[in-house]
């Protein structure tokens, strides 16, 4: 039979803290705030980088068909272009969407060490004495936050290939991509805590599942972000170090469901 472990808290803590008390705990304190800065450039020149090189593939894939314009001759020849023209700005919309997020999880998971340590800092400034974690670095932990985060990357590139899909159903499909992007960008976040109780990913997927308020809460801003078109580049790695701290106090000080473990 399974039991749950009680999770730490400490007495008095708010069930929910919005993004402007994560900013202030962050620029409180001198050493989350240098590691924000650090991560925010290493995030924003590896997710460019991988950017540029997708859209290069892509466009270059593409090249030969949307550089021939079919002709306007008769009714026929009108919505031949007519169509020609939608298919050309939804694909142009639709794969600098996914190429921001093969970017972006490419980044993600090269980075995700130092997220994770960032996190775990949060928590230790958050927690204070009640702060039972493991603070000890070695290069065992280092690679496997880096397999965590290839982990989740390799689940996002699911989710980008199922949002692809859904995207092409007409009305409903916008919607569920939207949804399915901001209970993703919450996945994203709180792997950091979860992965230091030892959750699977199965388990962080439950979560999201039964904390679903919670997740959209906490995925929402990051989704909406991501999706602005150029910019979601440096805005979400301006950011992110910001959504990481966000998630990580809210999720060890929320009424988070514990890891069941065998007695």
Aim: hydrophobic share 50%; proline share 5%.
């Amino acid at each position: 039979m399974l039991k749950e472990t009680s999770p730490t808290r400490p007495a008095g803590r708010k069930s929910w803290h919005g993004l402007g008390f994560s900013l202030r705990f962050i620029c409180r304190n001198f050493n989350l705030l240098g590691l924000s800065l650090l991560l925010m450039c290493v995030t924003a020149l590896l997710t460019w980088l991988g950017y540029l090189l997708t859209i290069h593939f892509a466009d270059g894939m593409t090249a030969r068909f949307f550089q021939t314009v079919p002709e306007a001759a008769g009714i026929v020849g009108w919505l031949k272009l007519k169509g020609w023209w939608l298919l050309k700005g939804l694909f142009y919309l639709v794969s600098r969407i996914i190429a921001f997020y093969l970017a972006f999880l490419v980044a993600y998971s090269l980075t995700s060490p130092g997220y994770s340590f960032l996190s775990l800092s949060a928590e230790k400034k958050y927690l204070g004495e009640a702060f039972a974690g493991d603070e000890s670095f070695s290069w065992g932990v280092v690679v496997k936050d880096l397999i965590e985060g290839c982990k989740i990357g390799i689940f996002g590139l699911g989710v980008t290939v199922t949002a692809f899909f859904l995207s092409l159903i007409p009305g409903l499909g916008s919607g569920l991509v939207v949804l399915i992007y901001i209970l993703y960008s919450a996945l994203m976040f709180i792997d950091y805590p979860a992965s230091r109780q030892h959750w699977s990913l199965g388990e962080k997927l439950g979560w999201i599942r039964k904390q679903w308020p919670r997740a959209l809460r906490l995925g929402w801003l990051p989704a909406l972000v991501s999706m602005i078109p150029l910019v979601n580049i440096f805005i979400m790695a301006l950011l992110f170090p910001l959504f990481t701290v966000h998630a990580t106090l809210n999720f060890i000080g929320g009424d988070r469901e514990a890891k069941p473990v065998a007695p």
